[in-house]
């Protein structure tokens, strides 16, 4: 079977630590966590749009009911 990534090389480890050799030569060691926080967002934006953010949906929903949970608890140690 053939791949659709054939055209792309392969990249190990020095390959990574060159780029993030370079990256940090051109942003500055100041600034490369914000650049990987802005590329995460997008890569979660996109994963959203092609997924159709069901995974997100879900997460909140059960953060919200965790925190519900939470405060009904507080509530009844109060009182």
Do not use: C, W, Y
Request: no cysteine; proline share 5%.
């Amino acid at each position: 079977m053939f791949s659709n990534f054939a055209f792309l090389p392969n990249v190990g480890v020095p390959e990574l630590l060159i780029v993030l050799a370079i990256a940090i030569l051109i942003l500055g060691p100041k600034r490369i966590p914000a650049a990987f926080r802005s590329i995460g967002q997008g890569v979660r934006g996109f994963r959203d749009t092609v997924g159709g953010g069901d995974e997100d949906e879900d997460r909140k929903a059960a953060l919200d009911e965790q925190n519900k949970a939470e405060v009904h608890e507080q509530n009844k140690t109060e009182v």
